[in-house]
């Protein structure tokens, strides 16, 4: 649902503003969760429920992340992570543990349960290397045979995971900024767009021999969550950044092989506004432009 909503919005901006330039926003956003208040007898309760019992067994299921993270952390500080496993998505499944926690947040403040996102916070902003850049298995350089994620920073974009993951951290940061006021991993968040950006679409001569990558990324995750922290933050870099990234998606790069490196598995065989039905993996799966939208224009 998330990556159709972004996809129609999208498609909404390009539609609506191409050739009149950049729009400060999107014509249609959604309603925060922190506007509504949820009385119902039923949902009310199977809520509180869901905080009181699933997120803490979801934050025990998900400290191989926190641990992935805090390898991250121990070798910037000099310590010894010789048995670091590296993982493309790991990191990930905590963030969304994490959004899911602070959206619950909204119904009652619980000082144990802030706690504990503090405390991971805390692991985070250790693991995120000065330039900003947070992926701990490149950060730690453990293992010379990485699968899937390249043998350096993003050299491998479609499959790496290193945008969608800071994606979900980008949701993470703004659900707790939102409903706690506190904004510890939003600045996080801010920090690693920024080099985000730097390094693909301006050129940072620490990564891809400082030539601009733009390259999209290979979930459309990050673009979602850049307008959430355009939203929060009134910075237009980051929804100028998701526009970039939804033009240059099926235009410069354009995978070339079969199976889950075919140009369809990824939605880059064609521009977005070329594309006319959905194919591909499900989790990166993009919807059908619908034909009124491209007549609007």
Known sequence: ???YCLTFLATIAVT???????????????????????TSNFWRPRMITQRETPV??????????????????????????????????????LYKVMEGAAYLLQLERNP?????MDKIIAVIGE????SGYLYPSHTTRVGTEKNMMGDKPYSFVVHSHELY????????????YETTGKDALLKITEKNA????KVFFEGDPDYNGGKPIRQAPGHQEPELALVKLYRVTGNELYLEMERKFLEVRGVIYVPDGEGVMSP??????????????????????????????????
């Open 1 to 3: 649902m998330k990556i």
């Open 194 to 197: 920024q080099h985000i950006n």
């Open 264 to 297: 369809t598995y990824a939605q880059q065989h064609k521009p977005v506004l070329k594309q006319s039905q959905a194919v591909g993996h499900a989790v990166r799966a993009t919807t059908s432009i619908p034909r009124w939208l491209i007549w609007l224009h």
């Open 165 to 176: 993951n800071m994606g979900h951290l980008y949701e993470a940061a703004v659900a707790y």
């Open 112 to 116: 144990d349960l802030e706690a504990r």
């Open 56 to 93: 803490p067994w979801a934050f025990e299921r998900t400290e191989p992340g926190v641990a992935h993270l805090q390898a991250a952390a121990d070798f910037q500080k000099g310590k010894a992570v010789e048995d670091h496993r590296a993982h493309r998505f790991i990191d990930s499944d």
């Open 127 to 130: 693991a995120q290397e000065p």
């Open 16 to 38: 609506f503003h191409a050739g009149a330039g950049f729009a400060a926003d999107y014509p249609l956003k959604p309603v925060s969760y922190n506007d509504v208040e949820m």
